[in-house]
């Protein structure tokens, strides 16, 4: 299948089965922002939830953070956004739109010229942060900005989050929240948005340490997404070199995936050194420096950082697990997604509505743990394709024997096996299919 192929069945999967839709769809939508439906909202969750429990939960060293998206506009002007963040912009003279300068594709024609070729004007810088108005009326409003990271509000709270939370360098401090950029040209589905969401970790270490904390989060950030069910063949490492290196890394290495579009970044771990804490120190004039308590040696703490979209490794898990298959011959879709992240867990069917208040009882018993979708309509072999295509690992049949055995029939959903499971060890038997426990 051609790559634009993929592409468009996944989106339209998306769009239909409630995955992610376009924002303000009815007033024509606008570009760069999306809507997650039901199954894309539960799967958010679950994505974020497994980052959580692995960056956060499952450490001693790690605390979390929830902070606001409007900071003081100073802070924009320290970490240097202000300055900094832009991106080269061109126009075509001819058909009116606008391009990064980087992004212009050889094979995008033009519509209003007879060549097909753009007339494009010299690049011009333009900066990606969004602007808003802070206060009750225009003459005393200032400046603000949404925030472009979530990292340096981070850096902000570094001390107030030490203290109360009685740790010392090296520890980290995590935090998922919204960031927005204003994107030239929002493309590639979600790939590419001016409203996204971020998991950071910024975790704070003693110089010499550095080194050796970069090393131990690429070897965990990459085992995350094996764990997630990513293709290992699918993601690569890229590590920044020369004019790729921003200002403020000493090394930075990027995890991409090959998404139907092309290989792309959507992890990052990067070494920041000490310039974040050293920049706030400056220019607030409030010095970030830790002394330790008992060798009392002073240093600006060193940043070791991974951030990842929520909204790519979404797209990442849902390229990965588009699939298309035949099954006794019939052409079937699946979303091969991991049951960690996937929006349903399990489906309760009924073989038939005459059975369906017994069935209903398991469901309800089974929505203690995780997930569970109850589904009575149509055949037995059209219910088992909704589940497929939306990624429900296992779907539980509940048939007119059994009210005489007390078994279900048990359905994987990548293998199509089925297995006779007793409807009292189903709940232990699927808490340890899908939760691993």
């Known amino acids: 299948m051609a790559p634009k192929d993929t592409m468009d069945k996944l989106v339209a999967l998306c769009l239909n089965r409630g995955f992610v839709y ?21 799967m958010r969750n679950e994505v974020k939830a497994a980052w959580w429990q692995r960056m956060v939960r499952d450490r001693e060293d790690v605390v979390g953070l929830d902070t606001s998206i409007i900071a003081n506009p100073q802070t924009w002007v320290a970490s240097g956004h202000v300055e900094n963040f832009h991106d080269p912009m061109v126009d075509c003279r001819q058909c009116k739109r606008r391009f990064r300068a980087d992004q212009v594709d050889d094979d ?20 990606l942060m969004l602007k808003t108005r802070i206060g009750a009326s225009d003459d005393t409003a ?28 090296p520890f980290g401090i995590a935090q998922i929240g919204k960031a927005f950029r204003n994107e030239i040209t929002p493309r590639n589905f979600t790939f590419r948005s001016r409203e996204f969401e971020q998991m950071e970790l910024e975790f704070f270490c003693p110089p010499d340490q550095a080194d050796d904390w970069f090393e131990h989060f690429r070897e965990r950030r990459w085992q995350w997404h094996l764990d997630m069910g990513v293709d290992p063949e699918k993601i690569r490492w890229h590590e920044h070199t020369g004019d790729e290196l921003a200002h403020y890394c000493q090394r930075a290495y990027d995890i991409e ?23 706030h120190s400056n220019h607030s004039g409030k010095d970030q420096a830790y002394t330790d308590p008992e060798t009392k040696e002073r240093y600006v703490p060193y940043v070791i950082e ?6 790519r490794t979404m797209l990442v898990l ?8 035949e099954v006794a011959g019939e052409k ?10 996937a929006p349903v867990k399990v489906a309760v069917l009924p073989l038939s509505k005459k ?9 309800a018993d089974l929505r203690r743990r995780f997930n569970t979708a109850f589904d009575v309509t149509g055949n037995i072999g059209r219910r088992y394709r909704r589940q497929d295509e939306i990624g429900t690992p296992y779907c539980v049949t509940y048939d007119f024997d059994s009210s005489e055995d007390d078994s279900v029939t048990v359905r994987d959903r990548d293998t199509t096996k089925q297995e006779r499971i007793s409807i009292s060890a189903l709940p232990a038997y699927l808490s340890e299919k899908v939760l691993g426990y």
């Open 257 to 279: 995936f090959e998404f139907p579009f092309g290989w792309h970044e959507f992890e990052g771990i990067h070494h920041r050194g000490d310039h974040d804490l050293t920049a």
């Open 355 to 363: 059975i369906a208040e017994p069935a209903e009882r398991i469901a």
């Open 332 to 341: 079937r879709t699946l979303l091969k997604l991991s049951p960690r992240v």
């Open 142 to 169: 200032i400046d603000a900005y949404l925030r472009a990271e979530t990292c340096q509000s981070i850096f902000l709270d570094f001390k107030r989050a030490m203290q109360s939370a009685r740790k010392k360098p």
């Open 108 to 127: 995008d024609r033009c519509k209003a010229s007879e060549d097909g070729r753009h007339d494009l004007t010299e690049p011009k810088q333009f900066n």
């Open 22 to 42: 376009p924002s303000s769809e009815i007033y024509g939508g606008i570009a760069g922002f999306w809507d997650y439906g039901p199954l894309g909202c539960e």
């Open 318 to 325: 849902l390229c990965n697990g588009y699939t298309e298959d």
């Open 306 to 311: 991974t951030s990842v979209g929520v909204d």
